[in-house]
């Protein structure tokens, strides 16, 4: 199950893409660099997320025995 920084990740990074093409498709460079910048920022939400469920699953492996 995917914890709150994993799916706010995967968010940012679709919003970003999508800001990302518009721009491309409008020919507006801030919106395309608006975009890229929301996707890199979903990108390190999603791995700190992915990071913070590597712990906690072994913290919980840990002290199941």
Do not use: C, I, P, W
Not at 27 to 39: H, L, T
Not at 45 to 62: H, I, L, Q, W
């Amino acid at each position: 199950m995917a914890n709150e920084e994993q799916t706010k990740g995967s968010f940012d990074q679709v919003k970003g893409e999508a800001k990302k093409q518009f721009g491309k498709l409008t020919d507006n460079e801030s919106m395309e660099a608006e975009g890229r910048m929301d996707k890199g920022e979903g990108k390190l939400k999603e791995t700190y997320g992915n990071a913070k469920e590597d712990v906690s699953d072994k913290f919980n492996d840990k002290h199941r025995d």
